[in-house]
T-cell receptor, first 118, second 116 residues
Framework: AQKVTQAQTEISVVEKEDVTLDCVYE???????LFWYKQPPSGELVFLIR??????QNEISGRYSWNFQKSTSSFNFTITASQVVDSAVYFC???????????????FGQGTILTVHP | ETGVTQTPRHLVMGMTNKKSLKCEQH?????MYWYKQSAKKPLELMFV???????ENNSVPSRFSPECPNSSHLFLHLHTLQPEDSALYLC???????????????FGPGTRLLVL
């Protein structure tokens, strides 16, 4: 069965600090997809990144970077030089292939509440 | 026009009321989803529609009734709800390809529902 664990319930940092959000997943499939979403106070989940299990290259997008390590089943997310606008709930999610019969079954972690203070 | 819209954004209803939530996607996707987000719980998938056919019903009580008249619109009909059904209801859409490649789901802003 799929499982996503975000052990950090809440993180509080001061602006310009770097912060890393942890995500650990479990799946029996060899083909799977990992996602990060941001949920600001308005409620909408904003897609940040999608990564398939065969692509272990780390990715950087502006102040955001992601570290995918299959050996430890982790897909961590780092925000460099955090800003107040980064304050939100961040969700890690997993979708596996389930034999190609399971469309859209995203399993979400509990989310990490990030607060960036000025 | 934003990708996925939901109306109403806020809804208060009594346990005997009947109401409907509406979701519309402007992304040309062929799959749509309903999720429930309760306080201190992970997002829960409720229903999946793929090419207008319901492909997933995640053991959702019958007081929630989905309807997908076409690939752009999705409704969630509510009747005789309970206070514990109060939550944020999120709609999402994706473009599913043959073989189930698990494409990215794009979410709407949600409807905050309060059941009194």
């Amino acid at each position: 069965a799929q499982k996503v664990t975000q052990a950090q319930t809440e993180i509080s940092v001061v602006e310009k600090e770097d912060v890393t959000l942890d995500c650990v997943y479990e799946t029996r499939d060899t083909t799977y997809y990992l996602f990060w979403y941001k949920q600001p106070p308005s409620g909408e989940l904003v897609f940040l990144i999608r990564r398939n299990s065969f692509d272990e290259q780390n990715e950087i997008s502006g102040r955001y970077s992601w570290n995918f390590q299959k050996s430890t089943s982790s897909f961590n997310f780092t925000i460099t030089a955090s800003q107040v606008v980064d304050s939100a709930v961040y969700f890690c999610a997993l979708s596996d292939d389930a034999g190609g019969t399971s469309y859209g079954k995203l399993t979400f972690g509990q989310g990490t509440i990030l607060t960036v203070h000025p | 026009e934003t990708g996925v819209t939901q109306t109403p954004r806020h809804l208060v209803m009594g346990m005997t009321n009947k109401k409907s939530l509406k979701c519309e996607q402007h992304l040309g996707h062929n799959a749509m989803y309903w999720y429930k987000q309760s306080a201190k719980k992970p997002l829960e998938l409720m229903f999946v529609y793929n090419f207008k056919e319901q492909t997933e019903n995640n053991s959702v009580p019958s007081r929630f009734s989905p309807e997908c008249p076409n690939s752009s619109h999705l409704f969630l009909h509510l009747h005789t709800l309970q206070p514990e059904d109060s939550a944020l209801y999120l709609c999402a859409s994706s473009q599913e390809l043959a073989g189930g490649s698990e494409e990215t789901q794009y979410f709407g802003p949600g409807t905050r529902l309060l059941v009194l």
